[in-house]
């Protein structure tokens, strides 16, 4: 069974603090997605990463695909209260498979 | 571009009566997903077609679940009869697939269908 694995499960921090979120597996994925979800809404893409290594920046976030394309992390400086959410990574594994990561749930207090 | 559009945003219905929920994907994406989600929990994907075929249905619970796309186009998924546990938020979500190692397989979201089953 492929799993996907994010941690922390849960974060609460206060304004201005920095934070990273881990999404971690044993499988290899062609291209890994991160989500974020804000209560009462569907999930909204952020990024799609495809190569290993590749570093994508998205204002404050950061998104860092691993070398060996297992693993993902999720940078955010000076985090704001409209950061709030649970953010969900997602890799897809080749052809029409896509796993999802059971989500970390951010509460950024001002 | 308009995203994917799903129906009704909202459903209560009481535990043994029967819902269905409607999806139109995004323009051209040739693969379909219903996912059921758990208050605080991630995505867990029902089915999933691909145009009109179903390419994994492993999760679905079959006795009480169905779902369709018999034109290749929009979806139906229908719960009967509901129970307890199925309340939750059933996304609906769609893609391009345009096979591996390509951002062509990156699923777009709609705003899901709640459900509370009292």
């Known amino acids: 069974t492929q799993l996907l694995e994010q941690s922390p499960q849960f974060l609460s921090i206060q304004e201005g603090e920095n934070l990273t979120v881990y999404c971690n597996s044993s499988s290899v994925f062609s291209s890994l997605q991160w989500y974020r979800q804000e209560p009462g809404e569907g999930p909204v893409l952020l990024v799609t990463v495809v190569t290993g290594g590749e570093v994508k920046k998205l204002k404050r976030l950061t998104f860092q695909f691993g070398d060996a394309r297992k693993d993902s992390s999720l940078h955010i400086t000076a985090a704001q209260p409209g950061d709030t959410g649970l953010y969900l990574c997602?890799?897809?594994?080749?052809?029409?498979?896509?796993?999802f990561g059971a989500g970390t749930r951010l509460f950024v207090k001002a | 571009e308009a995203g994917v559009a799903q129906s009704p945003r909202y459903k209560i219905i009481e535990k043994r009566q029967s819902v269905a929920f409607w999806c139109n994907p995004i323009s051209g994406h040739a693969t379909l997903y219903w996912y059921q989600q758990i208050l605080g929990q991630g995505p867990k994907l029902l089915i999933q077609f691909q145009n009109n075929g179903v390419v994994d249905d492993s999760q679905l619970p079959k006795d009480r679940f169905s779902a369709e796309r018999l034109k290749g186009v929009d979806s139906t998924l229908k719960i009967q009869p509901a129970k307890l546990e199925d309340s939750a938020v059933y996304l609906c979500a769609s893609s391009l697939s345009t096979g591996a190692g390509s951002s062509g397989n990156t699923i777009y979201f709609g705003e899901g269908s709640w459900l509370t089953v009292v």
């Open positions: 997602a890799g897809n594994t080749g052809g029409f498979k896509t796993i």
